[in-house]
């Protein structure tokens, strides 16, 4: 039975997820690195959404399969990699048991992907597929925010995150979030409220869509991923390799096949 698509309201609009996410490019310098040795094989990117780092790889002549559940996420990365002309695999699967019938060097899932997967289930099936499809001596990366105090306590009020100019009507858009932290599932409920204003500073429009996040431990973590066959390489705390701390943002994994 398919897994139902239940946390997916953030990429409804995947018009609005390139807006708000296009400019973030400080993990393609890192897979870059790890491209340069994935010897010709097919280079799987899981959860791939819009196609926001498989796409820059794909130009740099890298083989690049991208995997999603979301059918608009995915019709939106094969329009914008067919105006390119490049030459990727645009799959449509379950992430937790998908199958490509290949292997390769390099899988990766970055943009905290991981954490839609809610339950323990749904993690093993994440990681034993990958285990499934890497080669000897493959590595998977993957990235998850760290589960500090002040990341799961947060106000459970409204509370202001960024702003940024929509591109297309030159409106500010003012982000808010209200988050709500449930301990016994490890899992943030996120409500993120966009509020969009004229030139004079007036809201006109306001949208808000909700999400759920689940958050594991470094120590868990380590368990989880020994029980699925891969072996832990590296962990750091941002994409310059920079080592963990207990003031670390996210965690960055570089595993390898048991």
């Known amino acids: 039975m398919e897994r139902v698509k239940t946390n997916s309201e953030e990429y409804d609009d995947p018009i609005l997820y390139d807006k708000e996410n296009e400019k973030y490019v400080e993990d393609l310098s890192y897979l870059i690195k790890w491209a340069s040795k994935s010897e010709g094989l097919p280079i799987i990117d899981l959860a791939c959404g819009t196609g926001r780092a498989t796409i820059p790889l794909a130009r ?42 290949v292997k390769s060097k390099l899988i990766f899932s970055v943009g905290n992907s991981f954490q839609h997967f809610l339950t323990n289930e749904e993690q093993d099936g994440l990681f034993s597929s990958v285990n499934k499809h890497l080669e000897h001596g493959g590595v998977f990366i993957f990235n998850t925010r760290f589960p500090s105090p002040e990341e799961l306590f947060q106000p459970d009020t409204e509370e ?63 368990r989880i991923l020994l029980f699925n066959s891969l072996e832990i390489v590296s962990i750091f705390k941002d994409w310059k390799e920079t080592p963990i701390s207990n003031d670390s943002y996210e965690l960055i994994y570089v595993c390898k096949k048991v």
């Open 60 to 101: 740099l002549g890298y083989r690049l399969i991208g995997v999603d559940i979301h059918k608009g996420m995915l019709r939106e990365a094969k329009k914008k990699s067919s105006e390119l002309e490049l030459q990727i695999e645009w799959v449509e699967q379950d992430c937790t048991k998908f199958n490509l019938n």
């Open 160 to 222: 202001y995150w960024k702003s940024y100019i929509d591109k297309d009507t030159s409106n500010k858009v003012d982000v808010f979030t209200i988050s709500r932290y449930d301990s016994l599932r490890q899992i943030q409920n996120y409500a993120t409220i966009r509020k969009y204003l004229n030139n004079e500073g007036k809201i006109i429009d306001e949208k808000r869509t909700n999400i759920r996040l689940r958050y594991v431990f470094p120590k868990e973590m380590e």
